[in-house]
């Protein structure tokens, strides 16, 4: 058997369902090419690399974050899963490994997000001014329960943040959720700032780790 | 980063990318990135924490191990090892790490018949 090596590394961005693809996007350390390595319906999106390990300057951020974006504009393209910084592969052979070893979970995870983006919504108090942070936290949640499929906490790293969550939207829903930020943004438009962000890749709700029993 | 009055969302900040993309996504060992095969034993690990309506605190702390054989050095002819537990059913998150039997013998199996 020939063993076929590889000269240059694979940086991976995301697993998606199937497909032969390539994507002239701009990814990690400067690539121009995006391309997918597959393992029977599964398939990782990667550039080549020649480190393994990436620096994580602000510019390697903002590729790994734009080949997302532009992988879950392509309407083919109903799921994610995103990787972290900096999954770079020796070759294609360790890819394929994984990809079939997880299979199942893999496969598993982009059916549960299919047809989904990630809404990322804070409520940041004005300057000086009080609010019933329970009750503004209890509303925004009925506010939004019917829009969203899944929702999640994160930290509240600032004592003016009032609330910083995730939600999990069905693409055909985003309208309906869109307008649920405004309704949300004219109750509370003189005392909270609302920041809300998205669509990312299903980030707070994927939390996948593959590793090695040595 | 203050929303439009239509609701529709900002562009994101750097701040918000680093939230996602330095702490959170699919992790995948080092040793298993660089692992070429032939060499080694070759163990994959998933911990699944896949959320889905109302399940996602259920098993976070569900952990399965898949063995999976590589010494015979053609991993493409191995059949693919499927995962035996589905997150549905297992609203466990107390219960320690465990492995899938039959997916274990199964890749035994498979490199005995690869010998």
Do not use: C
């Not at chain 1, 983006?117 to 019917?146: C, F, I, N, P, Q």
Request: overall charge negative; proline content about 3%; cysteine-free.
């Amino acid at each position: 058997m020939t063993v076929i090596m590889a000269d240059e590394h694979l940086y991976t961005y995301g697993v998606i369902d199937g497909a032969d693809r390539e994507l002239a996007v701009d990814g990690v350390a400067g690539a121009t090419r995006l391309y997918t390595v597959e393992y029977r319906t599964l398939s990782a999106v990667v550039s080549d690399i020649d480190t393994l390990e990436p620096e994580q300057t602000d510019e390697n951020l903002r590729a790994h974050d734009e080949a997302l974006q532009t992988i879950m504009s392509d309407e083919d393209i109903e799921a994610v899963v995103p990787m972290r910084f900096g999954m770079v592969f020796k070759s294609a052979r360790p890819l394929k490994n994984v990809l079939r070893g997880s299979r199942s979970v893999l496969t598993r995870t982009l059916n549960d997000i299919e047809g989904t983006v990630e809404m990322g919504l804070k409520l940041v108090a004005e300057e000086g001014v009080t609010v019933d942070r329970e009750s503004v936290r209890e509303d925004v949640s009925g506010r939004l329960r019917g829009v969203s499929v899944e929702e999640t906490e994160n930290g509240l790293f600032s004592d003016r943040l009032v609330l910083n969550r995730s939600y999990l939207v069905e693409r055909d829903d985003r309208e309906a959720f869109d307008a649920a930020i405004a309704g949300i943004e004219d109750e509370y438009g003189g005392s909270l700032i609302t920041q809300y962000t998205g669509p990312w890749a299903p980030y707070n709700f994927v939390d996948l780790e593959i590793g090695v029993d040595r | 980063m203050s929303v439009a009055a239509s609701g529709r969302p900002s562009s994101e900040s750097l701040a918000e990318i680093v939230d996602r993309i330095l702490d959170k996504g699919l992790v995948v060992d080092v040793w298993a990135r660089v692992s070429v095969v032939g060499i080694e034993i070759l163990t994959v690990e998933a911990r699944i924490v896949v959320a889905s309506v109302d399940t996602f605190l259920h098993y976070a702390k569900n952990i399965s191990t898949l063995e999976i054989a590589s010494q015979s050095g053609d991993l493409e002819d191995l059949q693919n090892l499927e995962f035996g537990s589905s997150p549905m059913v297992q609203p466990a998150p107390d219960v320690p790490d465990h492995r899938i039997g039959e997916a274990e013998s199964e890749a035994e199996e498979q490199e005995a018949e690869a010998q």
